[in-house]
Structures are given as structure tokens and as C-alpha cells.
């Protein structure tokens, strides 16, 4: 990428002066001497929290939403017939979804961004015009806009009161004109917004059986030219970082649209990273006063419907099969499981709270272009866990979580979270005393943690409120990952109950919990987060011997057996050059890797290199064991 300098070299060269009486030296031709190429800074990636989002500055909103606008205007003058839909900013950028005469390609965004340019230098005014609805639909239908019409449809019916406002792009009747219905904001004039910060990112289809096929172009938009080479350097360092991409390079996944899109394949390295964080998962739970739970892949429909998946969720629920004239039901959710083996027992008072964990997999229906990697998959595994607690044991209940969720993603290098808190909404289930109860309890217990939170008044669920947490990864992402959620419906849906001190029938809280959210995001994002460059406690391999010929193998055989024995995860690479050796295991991201050769063997040693830190030179089998341990069972990034 083309990184300009932030400055240049301002002064000539200042020549020496000869004195007068020095004899000129006889001229010699010179030789002239290659052109060298000038050296650019290499500049690099911010952290994604160094490049604001709409939410975060009000001026890059107007800026975004503006460019939204003046991208639409650019389309419809170079492709006639292109109607348009909606154009909303986002999080770092903008989109505008159209019905194109004829499809768009990568190669025409150039074109449509030097139209945009174009636009942004004639500075022409953003204008704000209230109509009423019947002008506005006289308008659309002399534009010949359908969607247009549809928009405000929905406006009306959201709201009958609602006002109606037009934006136009240049004065009304001019040639350099363009309209749209629009709440804005918008910058003043086109000539507000640089041209050197905006860029095209994408163009593709979007659509179902339902809908037509539309045309959707994002773009980016920043206040300055600097902040978007700042964005691309960033998007470069991410597309390094794509887990799709380590994924194959390092032999960790695969999804087969032969064997189905969504369903996800683990080979023998990553499946010893997902067993690895599996088994720290189930141990620090067992720890923590839980108890582990398996449960089935189906169950009955029934099930589903007294749950209300059935009646809310049935679109991203598989289609039911027959067995034995009854139908059965793929689980989208792990909670009615849970719940049916609690109705299993008898629980007093004394017996609560009751905590039960499952690494449980679920199924749900994604459309095929909905569908990410590991990020949005058709099977994945929940790290799914539910608390049975008496309305007096939530706070402490959620601060142990709460813990739970720092202690676990503290592990694995995530140590900045972002809380949210969503409180009641208009319309819920329970009585105001136990969501007023509820609410003050998670304040509280967010409170004792010392963690800071945004509420979002009325954004919680029907059934109950939740706390979720994002986590910041390496380059500044924010995943969301830990959900809270308490539940006041599926209790009474399945008639759940407890004996009270006064020997009465009680319904128990019930909480939902998740840490990681779904095991297969979150090795999604623990790869982007290592550039596939696991810690040595994670990694799939931890040490690769490179014996230098075949006449030390029988030693490095010795080496490898001793590692394995201390518990340690070792291959061995033969029949490669030395060179070719140490490059493979440096593609492979192998976090120590020892060249052995007939002084080593001699010596009983090892020449020591790690991905991290490079060279560390010559050490004893057993002190690299000894090292490796420690590094091992400490959860260290390297020795």
C-alpha cells in the first residue's frame, strides 16, 4: 500500500566553496549510478479504538450518512434505471442498497468514487425540506421510485405523525440535483467532506426467495486522508488475521459445501486447541461449584412448543423429522434440556442455587449468505450453563459469574470488556417487585466488580434483564462474547418449583449464562486475536525437533519422548534442509522449535528458537523441559 510520507525535505543541499588558491582538480567523468527507489515508512496498523465510529463522533456521522447520499447520486447518474432503497451510515462507513438495471461489478466502484469526488468538489448544499405525505407520494411517483414509496408506507405506519422530510443534494431544479426521503443528518455541503478520505469497499447481491435481488456497495468515509490510510493499514493487518485464511494455512478447520455450508470440520491441530480450551473450561467450572451436564442432539416437538422456540424462533430452527409417527426437533437451545432434568428432581430451599454447565451443541438455520467461517455456522457447540436460584441468591449469583467471565477471558489475553446493562422493557412477564429486584441485583453485583456499564433502559428481553460483555481483541475489535440473562417465563412456562421455608410451592430464578458464547466463534476469534500464532499453552504443537541428519535421530527420538513425557505436545520434521526446516516451522507458528546435530548429541542439548522472540541459543534437554513445563502449566505466552 502507498503510505505517504508526513513530510518531505524542505532545503537544497548547500554547496561547499573552494578557496582561491587550491588547483582545480583535473575533471573525471563520473559514472552514473543507479537510480535508488525512496525508501517509504512503513507505518503501522492502529488499533481499530484509534479510529472513531458514527457513535463516537457526531461530525463523521453527518459525514458517513452524507456520503451514503452523494454514493446513491453517483449510481443513478452513471447507471441509468438504478432505483434506490436505503442508505444508512455505519459503525465505520456506509451502504446504499439498489435495483440495478444490470449488475455491478468490483471494477465499476473506481468509476462510481471519482463520480462521488466529482460531487464533493462542486460543494454543492445539502438541503432539508418537510412535505406532507401526499406531496411526498406525488413526488416518488413522477420519480418512478418504488421503494421509495415503500419507505414511506412504513413511515405512516410507524407513525402518522410522524414529520416527512426530503434531502436534496444541490438546489431543486438545477442540473446538479438529487433527492431522497430522509431523517439526516447531513454536513452542510458536499464540499465539507474531503475527497481523498472516502473509498468503496465492496459490491454484492443481497436478497431471498421472497424479495428481489439488490444491489449493495459499502464505503468508508473518514474526516481526513490520514485517518483512511489509517483504516486501510488497519484492514490490511484484519485480512492477515482472517481465520478462514490461518485456518487453511495452518490446518486447523474446514467447512465442505459438499458436506454441507455452516458445518464445521475440526482437524487434528485444531481439535487439540479446542480440546485444550474444552478442558480449561470444564475444570474451571468444577471449581466453581458446578456440575456437568450432557444432553441429547433432538427431542420432541413438544418440547419446543411448551418452551415458545416453536411459536418466536421457528425460522432458525431446522425442519422437523418423523419418528415413530412423532415429529422431532434438532435443539436450537440447550435451556429445555436443562430444565427437563431439573424436573427430574425435588429441590427445597436448601437445596438452591443448583448450577449446571454443557459444552452443548445446538443447530440453527443460517441462510447460505449469511453464513462466516466460524462466525455464523449452522451446528455449533454453546458453552451454555444455567443457575436455579432463589430470588435473595441473584446478586451473589451474577458476581460469581461475573468473576467467572474476567477469570476465563483473562486467560486467553482478553482483559478489556465493554457492559452493557438492558433493564425492563414496556412489554414483560414477572411482576414489577422481582424485575425491580432483578435489576438492583445486577446493578450491584456490577457494582462490587467495579466495572463500569452502559444501561440501556427498556432493551432487555420480555422474560427478563441481562448483562452482556464484549471483549477488545489485539487489534481494537470488540467481539461480543458473555451474556446474563435472567429469566422470569420459561419457570412458569414449565411449571418449575421449589419448597420454600413456609413448605409452599415457589418458582426458582432462572439464569441463563454463556462466557464464550459459542465455542466456534470464539476459536474464530482467539485466531484473528493470535494471528494464528497460539501461546505455548494453546498451541497444537509446542515444540518441532529439526535434526540436522539422519545419523541423530536416534537423540532426537530421546528429546521427543522426554518432552512428551513432561506432558508437552512435540513433533519431529525430517528430510528438509535445515533452512527449509526453521521456515516451516516459522510459517507454521510453532512456538519453540530445536535444530539437533552431532554436537548437540554429543553434548546432550538443543539449539533453542521461538516464534516470539527468535534465537535463545544452546540449553540442556533437560532445562528446555524444565522451561517448557513451567511455561506450560503457568498458561505463558512462550518460555
Same mark, same amino acid.
Given at each position: 500500500?502507498?503510505?505517504?510520507?508526513?513530510?518531505?525535505?524542505?532545503?537544497?543541499?548547500?554547496?561547499?566553496?573552494?578557496?582561491?588558491?587550491?588547483?582545480? =582538480?583535473?575533471?573525471?567523468?563520473?559514472?552514473?549510478? !543507479?537510480k535508488q527507489p525512496q525508501q517509504k515508512e512503513k507505518l503501522p496498523p492502529p488499533s481499530l479504538a484509534e479510529l472513531p465510529t458514527s457513535d463516537e463522533s457526531e461530525e463523521l456521522l453527518r459525514i458517513r450518512h452524507s456520503c451514503a447520499h452523494i454514493m446513491a447520486m453517483a449510481v443513478q447518474r452513471l447507471h441509468k434505471g438504478a432505483q434506490v432503497t436505503i442508505g444508512p451510515w455505519t459503525e465505520r462507513g456506509f451502504f446504499y442498497d439498489f435495483d440495478m438495471p444490470q449488475p455491478l461489478a468490483e471494477k465499476d466502484l473506481p468509476k462510481i468514487r471519482k463520480e462521488m469526488q466529482r460531487i464533493m468538489r462542486k460543494n454543492l448544499p445539502f438541503i432539508r425540506e418537510e412535505v406532507s405525505v401526499e406531496e411526498?407520494?406525488?413526488?416518488?411517483?413522477?420519480?418512478?421510485?418504488?421503494?421509495?414509496?415503500?419507505?414511506?408506507?412504513?413511515?405512516?405506519?410507524?407513525? =402518522?405523525?410522524?414529520?416527512?422530510?426530503?434531502?436534496?443534494?444541490?438546489?431543486?431544479?438545477?442540473?446538479?440535483?438529487?433527492?431522497?426521503?430522509?431523517?439526516? %443528518?447531513?454536513?452542510?455541503?458536499?464540499?465539507?467532506?474531503? !475527497?481523498?478520505?472516502?473509498?468503496?469497499?465492496?459490491?454484492?447481491?443481497?436478497?431471498?426467495?421472497?424479495?428481489?435481488?439488490l444491489q449493495r456497495i459499502y464505503g468508508t468515509a473518514w474526516q481526513t486522508q490520514e485517518q483512511l490510510d489509517g483504516y486501510r493499514r488497519f484492514n490490511e493487518e484484519a485480512a492477515l488475521r482472517d481465520h478462514r485464511k490461518l485456518g487453511l494455512e495452518l490446518d486447523l478447520f474446514s467447512i465442505s459445501d459438499s458436506c454441507g455450508g455452516g458445518l464445521v470440520f475440526w482437524h487434528p491441530k485444531g481439535s487439540m486447541v479446542r480440546h485444550l480450551v474444552e478442558d480449561f473450561w470444564k475444570n474451571i467450572h468444577?471449581?466453581?461449584?458446578?456440575?456437568?451436564?450432557?444432553?441429547?442432539?433432538?427431542?420432541?416437538?413438544?418440547?419446543?412448543?411448551?418452551?415458545?422456540?416453536?411459536?418466536?424462533?421457528?425460522?432458525?430452527?431446522?425442519?422437523?423429522?418423523?419418528?415413530?409417527?412423532?415429529?422431532y426437533q434438532l435443539k436450537p437451545m440447550n435451556c429445555p434440556f436443562h430444565i427437563s432434568v431439573y424436573k427430574q428432581g425435588y429441590y427445597s430451599y436448601r437445596d438452591l442455587p443448583v448450577r449446571w454447565a454443557e459444552l452443548g451443541t445446538v443447530y440453527r438455520y443460517e441462510r447460505s449468505g449469511t453464513m462466516h467461517g466460524l462466525f455464523r455456522v449452522r451446528g455449533f457447540t454453546q458453552d451454555d450453563a444455567h443457575i436455579f436460584c432463589l430470588p435473595g441468591q441473584i446478586e451473589s449469583e451474577i458476581l460469581g459469574v461475573l468473576d467467572m467471565v474476567e477469570s476465563v477471558l483473562s486467560q486467553f489475553g482478553f482483559k478489556e470488556f465493554e457492559v452493557n446493562l438492558s433493564t425492563r422493557p414496556e412489554e414483560s412477564v414477572g411482576s414489577t417487585e422481582i424485575w425491580e429486584r432483578a435489576e438492583s441485583a445486577?446493578?450491584?453485583?456490577?457494582?462490587?466488580?467495579?466495572?463500569?456499564?452502559?444501561?440501556?433502559?427498556?432493551?432487555?428481553?420480555?422474560?427478563? !434483564?441481562?448483562?452482556?460483555?464484549?471483549?477488545?481483541?489485539?487489534?481494537?475489535?470488540?467481539?461480543?462474547?458473555?451474556?446474563?440473562?435472567?429469566?422470569?417465563?420459561?419457570?412458569?412456562?414449565?411449571?418449575?418449583?421449589?419448597?420454600?421455608?413456609?413448605?409452599?410451592?415457589?418458582? %426458582?430464578?432462572?439464569?441463563?449464562?454463556?462466557?464464550?458464547?459459542?465455542?466456534?466463534?470464539?476459536?474464530?476469534?482467539?485466531?484473528?486475536?493470535?494471528?494464528?500464532?497460539? !501461546?505455548?499453552?494453546?498451541?497444537?504443537?509446542?515444540?518441532?525437533?529439526? =535434526?540436522?541428519?539422519?545419523?541423530?535421530?536416534?537423540?532426537?527420538?530421546?528429546?521427543?519422548?522426554?518432552?512428551?513425557?513432561?506432558?508437552?505436545?512435540?513433533?519431529?520434521?525430517?528430510?528438509?534442509?535445515?533452512?527449509?526446516?526453521?521456515?516451516?516451522?516459522?510459517?507454521?507458528?510453532?512456538?519453540?522449535?530445536?535444530?539437533?546435530?552431532?554436537?548437540?548429541?554429543?553434548?546432550?542439548?538443543?539449539?533453542?528458537?521461538?516464534?516470539?522472540?527468535?534465537?535463545?541459543?544452546?540449553?540442556?534437554?533437560?532445562?528446555?523441559?524444565?522451561?517448557?513445563?513451567?511455561?506450560?502449566?503457568?498458561?505463558?505466552?512462550?518460555?
Open positions: 500500500m502507498d503510505v505517504r510520507a508526513a513530510s518531505t525535505a524542505g532545503a537544497a543541499a548547500a554547496t561547499e566553496e573552494v578557496p582561491a588558491a587550491a588547483a582545480k =582538480p583535473p575533471k573525471q567523468k563520473q559514472q552514473k549510478q !543507479p411526498a407520494r406525488a413526488r416518488i411517483q413522477a420519480a418512478g421510485e418504488p421503494y421509495k414509496l415503500e419507505i414511506l408506507d412504513s413511515i405512516v405506519e410507524r407513525d =402518522p405523525e410522524a414529520p416527512i422530510t426530503i434531502y436534496h443534494i444541490g438546489n431543486p431544479g438545477s442540473e446538479e440535483h438529487w433527492w431522497d426521503l430522509c431523517a439526516g %443528518p447531513h454536513v452542510q455541503s458536499t464540499g465539507d467532506i474531503s !475527497p481523498d478520505a472516502i473509498d468503496l469497499e465492496s459490491a454484492y447481491w443481497r436478497g431471498d426467495e421472497k424479495h428481489p435481488m468444577l471449581q466453581r461449584g458446578y456440575q456437568l451436564l450432557y444432553t441429547p442432539h433432538i427431542a420432541k416437538l413438544d418440547l419446543w412448543k411448551t418452551s415458545g422456540h416453536y411459536d418466536f424462533y421457528r425460522e432458525s430452527m431446522f425442519n422437523q423429522m418423523e419418528i415413530d409417527t412423532e415429529e445486577l446493578k450491584s453485583a456490577l457494582e462490587q466488580k467495579g466495572w463500569a456499564y452502559e444501561e440501556d433502559v427498556g432493551g432487555g428481553a420480555f422474560y427478563g !434483564p441481562k448483562i452482556d460483555i464484549k471483549i477488545r481483541d489485539a487489534i481494537g475489535r470488540k467481539w461480543q462474547c458473555s451474556t446474563v440473562q435472567l429469566d422470569f417465563n420459561l419457570p412458569e412456562r414449565f411449571d418449575m418449583f421449589y419448597i420454600s421455608d413456609a413448605n409452599t410451592k415457589e418458582r %426458582p430464578i432462572m439464569i441463563h449464562r454463556a462466557i464464550f458464547g459459542s465455542l466456534e466463534r470464539f476459536m474464530g476469534i482467539l485466531i484473528e486475536n493470535f494471528a494464528g500464532a497460539f !501461546p505455548l499453552w494453546l498451541a497444537p504443537v509446542q515444540c518441532r525437533l529439526v =535434526p540436522v541428519n539422519a545419523a541423530v535421530a536416534d537423540y532426537v527420538a530421546g528429546v521427543a519422548d522426554k518432552l512428551r513425557a513432561a506432558g508437552l505436545r512435540v513433533d519431529v520434521v525430517s528430510g528438509l534442509s535445515v533452512g527449509k526446516a526453521i521456515r516451516g516451522a516459522e510459517t507454521d507458528k510453532i512456538p519453540v522449535m530445536c535444530v539437533i546435530g552431532a554436537r548437540e548429541a554429543e553434548t546432550g542439548s538443543v539449539a533453542v528458537r521461538t516464534y516470539a522472540a527468535g534465537d535463545l541459543g544452546t540449553m540442556s534437554v533437560d532445562e528446555l523441559v524444565g522451561k517448557m513445563a513451567v511455561a506450560n502449566s503457568s498458561r505463558a505466552d512462550t518460555l
